[in-house]
T-cell receptor, first 113, second 116 residues
Framework: AQTVTQSQPEMSVQEAETVTLSCTYDTSESDYYLFWYKQPPSRQMILVIRQEAYKQQNATENRFSVNFQKAAKSFSLKISDSQLGDAAMYFCAYYLWGNQFYFGTGTSLTVIP | GAVVSQHPSRVICKSGTSVKIECRSLDFQATTMFWYRQFPKQSLMLMATSNEGSKATYEQGVEKDKFLINHASLTLSTLTVTSAHPEDSSFYIC????????????FGSGTRLTVV
């Protein structure tokens, strides 16, 4: 079964600084999707960024970027110029087409003013 | 972008009663919707996959008779918690996939169920 591991239960970052959240996964598949979701106190799951495994280029969305290392099965999220609104729980997720999402246990990010 | 509406956002019910939670895709059709349960400070646990026009697929350990899922149309799936007990108190979230957006899943805003 696929597993997703987030080894950092909690992280903190100074406002305007950069932080990297780690995620590793286990799979024998070659074509899949990876996601980072943000869950603020409202509990709404918000898509931050996604990566198709067949794409070598790392995905980028404004201040959010990923470092996708397919061979190492690693998918880290970098948040640049951190803002107070970035404070939330972040979940890494693996998705295989036609299958289900597998979520990591989450990383709670605190942004220090 | 795709929007999934989930209602109610909060509900308090008495032990032994049933509660229905609705999940609607507002601007797209969803043949498949997913229901998750989330305990405080924990990750999302998939409960079941809801398929339009057919029976839902439940994950191991999820009671089919307690958590009734109906996906009667391409835009609506419902989760009914029957004979609710305090241990059913949790946060329930649905998600749906926009077929026009490969890999694009949208989550509802969740329902906080409290059984007293």
């Amino acid at each position: 079964a696929q597993t997703v591991t987030q080894s950092q239960p909690e992280m903190s970052v100074q406002e305007a600084e950069t932080v990297t959240l780690s995620c590793t996964y286990d799979t024998s598949e070659s074509d899949y999707y990876l996601f980072w979701y943000k869950q603020p106190p409202s509990r709404q799951m918000i898509l931050v960024i996604r990566q198709e495994a067949y794409k070598q280029q790392n995905a980028t969305e404004n201040r959010f970027s990923v470092n996708f290392q397919k061979a190492a099965k690693s998918f880290s999220l970098k948040i640049s110029d951190s803002q107070l609104g970035d404070a939330a729980m972040y979940f890494c997720a693996y998705y295989l087409w036609g299958n289900q999402f597998y979520f990591g246990t989450g990383t709670s990010l605190t942004v220090i003013p | 972008g795709a929007v999934v509406s989930q209602h109610p956002s909060r509900v308090i019910c008495k032990s032994g009663t049933s509660v229905k939670i609705e999940c609607r895709s507002l601007d797209f059709q969803a043949t498949t919707m997913f229901w998750y349960r989330q305990f405080p400070k924990q990750s999302l646990m998939l409960m079941a996959t809801s398929n339009e026009g057919s029976k839902a697929t439940y994950e191991q350990g999820v009671e089919k008779d307690k958590f009734l899922i109906n996906h009667a149309s391409l835009t609506l799936s419902t989760l009914t918690v029957t004979s609710a007990h305090p241990e059913d108190s949790s946060f329930y979230i649905c998600s749906a996939r926009d077929l026009g957006d490969i890999g694009g899943y949208t989550f509802g805003s969740g329902t906080r169920l409290t059984v007293v």
